[in-house]
């Protein structure tokens, strides 16, 4: 089950001026689940995203990118139980035509529309189900549909994941509200699996763009749950410009700075919500990276230590067998490492120093930390001052299951 991710329901999810959203049964699923999302923007919004790196990238990645390049985009359209990926230009025909059905019924261009998919990689898309499901989709659209759309895009996710937050820009209420999906194959590279986080601010393009690569840099690019990253990875961020704040032009006001940070909360929250949610995970575990000579350094470290499969499955058993950290901290890759500056801490106890086993570390004390249901690996580098974390969670039984299942 996941690890203490609260209950989400509508009353959660706030609406964001400018938006609806429609959900759809589309039949591409095996399963019957709703697996079809539009969401609808007003004619004024701005939309800017981050893309995976994983060179083989989705088809509708690739239509994506193109068609954000207008910089005027007026609708999104999701679905789930096909990643339409690993199927060439027959996959790039049909994200297409899903964009030029979906723009039909929208009364907009095709370019106007950006498409995600999510699901089974190196399957053909079965445009016709999508094609039929779009007018239902659209039928339903409104603007309180944010739940119902958080668990459309699901996939191996057991719970759906979303969060709201209001904050005041010079006397304006701005809403954000955000959703995600992801559970397996996470290792983000400049987003995750899906998100979509919609403010009704008014802010520049540009700084639009500034910002979700700075969103996704301190959120769902420092989670892993396999170290795999996907085929189809985006993360959207669109501001509708419904509120009533002065539009924010420049990146030295206080007020982009006020919206980035709330922004980035919401990330956070949901980045954390996917490793809770990771497939067969019993314990969030954050490993944190102090004193190093920077921000890349400390990543490093923290990653070699959260996609070592010894580390993880330690911590499923709660086996204090930490030598397997000091391992990853060794193979990480710094040059010039001294491991005999290194600390290591599980929580507050402290379990190596000087090159070995603290003196007085006992195991007892390592295996009442590895039960907790939440757990901090702090290493300490003592090489410099930057910092930071990355947030994981431990390999089960059922993380084999679930992927060994995970067509059937």
Same mark, same amino acid.
């Given at each position: 089950?996941?690890?203490?991710?609260?209950?989400?329901?509508?009353?959660?999810?706030?609406?964001?001026?400018?938006?609806?959203?429609?959900?759809?049964?589309?039949?591409?699923?095996?399963?019957?689940?709703?697996?079809?999302?539009?969401i609808?923007?007003d004619?004024n919004?701005?939309?800017?995203?981050?893309?995976?790196?994983?060179?083989?990238?989705?088809?509708?990645?690739?239509v994506?990118?193109?068609?954000?390049?207008?910089?005027c985009?007026?609708a999104?359209?999701?679905?789930?139980g096909n990643?339409?990926?690993g199927?060439?230009?027959?996959?790039l025909?049909?994200?297409?035509?899903?964009?030029?059905?979906?723009?039909?019924?929208?009364?907009?261009?095709?370019?106007?529309?950006?498409?995600?998919?999510?699901?089974?990689?190196?399957?053909?898309?079965?445009?016709?189900?999508?094609?039929?499901?779009?007018?239902?989709?659209?039928?339903?659209?409104?603007?309180?549909?944010?739940?119902?759309?958080?668990q459309?895009?699901?996939?191996?996710?057991?719970?759906?994941?979303?969060?709201?937050?209001?904050i005041?820009?010079?006397?304006?209420?701005?809403?954000i509200?955000?959703?995600?999906?992801?559970?397996?194959?996470?290792?983000?590279?400049?987003?995750?699996?899906?998100g979509?986080?919609?403010?009704?601010?008014?802010?520049?393009?540009s700084? %639009? $763009? !500034?910002?979700v690569?700075? =969103? &996704?840099?301190?959120?769902f690019?420092? /989670?892993t749950v *396999? +170290?795999?990253?996907? #085929?189809?990875?985006?993360?959207?961020?669109?501001?509708?410009?419904?509120?009533g704040?002065?539009?924010?032009?420049e990146?030295?006001?206080?007020e982009?700075?006020? %919206? $980035? !940070?709330?922004?980035?909360? =919401? &990330?956070?929250?949901?980045?954390?919500? /996917?490793?809770? *949610? +990771?497939?067969?995970? #019993?314990?969030?575990?954050?490993?944190?990276?102090?004193?190093?000579?920077?921000?890349?350094?400390?990543?490093?470290v923290?990653?070699?230590?959260?996609?070592?499969? %010894?580390?993880?499955?330690?911590?499923?058993?709660?086996?204090?067998?930490?030598?397997?950290i000091?391992?990853?901290?060794?193979?990480?890759?710094i040059?010039?490492?001294?491991?005999?500056?290194?600390?290591?801490?599980?929580?507050?106890?402290?379990?190596?120093?000087?090159?070995?086993?603290?003196?007085?570390?006992?195991?007892?004390?390592?295996?009442?930390v590895?039960?907790?249901?939440?757990?901090?690996?702090?290493v300490?580098?003592?090489?410099?001052?930057?910092?930071?974390?990355?947030w994981?969670?431990?390999f089960?039984?059922?993380?084999?299951?679930?992927?060994?299942?995970?067509?059937?």
């Amino acid at each position: 089950m996941p690890v203490n991710i609260p209950n989400l329901s509508s009353e959660h999810l706030l609406p964001v001026p400018g938006i609806t959203l429609g959900i759809a049964e589309a039949g591409i699923k095996k399963s019957r689940h709703r697996d079809l999302l539009v969401i609808a923007l007003d004619r004024n919004a701005r939309v800017a995203g981050v893309f995976t790196q994983n060179r083989f990238c989705a088809a509708p990645v690739i239509v994506a990118k193109e068609h954000l390049a207008s910089d005027c985009i007026h609708a999104l359209v999701v679905n789930t139980g096909n990643a339409n990926a690993g199927t060439g230009q027959s996959g790039l025909y049909h994200a297409r035509t899903t964009c030029e059905v979906l723009a039909g019924l929208l009364d907009c261009q095709p370019q106007q529309v950006l498409p995600f998919s999510t699901g089974v990689i190196m399957e053909p898309l079965p445009i016709d189900a999508i094609v039929n499901g779009l007018p239902a989709a659209v039928a339903d659209l409104k603007a309180d549909n944010w739940f119902a759309a958080a668990q459309a895009i699901m996939t191996t996710d057991i719970v759906p994941k979303g969060v709201s937050k209001q904050i005041e820009l010079n006397g304006e209420t701005v809403t954000i509200t955000g959703i995600a999906k992801g559970s397996g194959m996470i290792r983000p590279n400049m987003a995750t699996m899906l998100g979509f986080i919609a403010t009704d601010a008014r802010i520049s393009h540009s700084l %639009l $763009q !500034e910002m979700v690569r700075y =969103v &996704a840099d301190h959120s769902f690019n420092c /989670i892993t749950v *396999d +170290g795999d990253t996907s #085929t189809n990875d985006a993360l959207m961020l669109i501001a509708t410009g419904c509120a009533g704040n002065a539009e924010i032009c420049e990146p030295e006001r206080a007020e982009f700075a006020q %919206l $980035q !940070e709330a922004v980035t909360s =919401v &990330a956070r929250s949901l980045a954390q919500m /996917i490793v809770r *949610d +990771g497939e067969g995970a #019993t314990k969030f575990i954050a490993v944190q990276v102090e004193a190093g000579v920077n921000e890349a350094e400390c990543k490093q470290v923290a990653y070699a230590i959260a996609h070592s499969p %010894l580390v993880k499955t330690a911590f499923f058993a709660s086996d204090p067998n930490l030598g397997r950290i000091l391992a990853a901290i060794g193979y990480a890759g710094i040059d010039n490492l001294d491991v005999n500056d290194i600390q290591l801490y599980l929580d507050d106890v402290l379990v190596a120093e000087k090159g070995g086993r603290a003196p007085g570390y006992r195991e007892e004390d390592g295996q009442r930390v590895m039960k907790q249901s939440e757990i901090t690996v702090r290493v300490v580098l003592n090489r410099g001052g930057a910092v930071a974390t990355v947030w994981t969670c431990d390999f089960s039984y059922d993380y084999v299951k679930i992927n060994s299942d995970y067509r059937s």
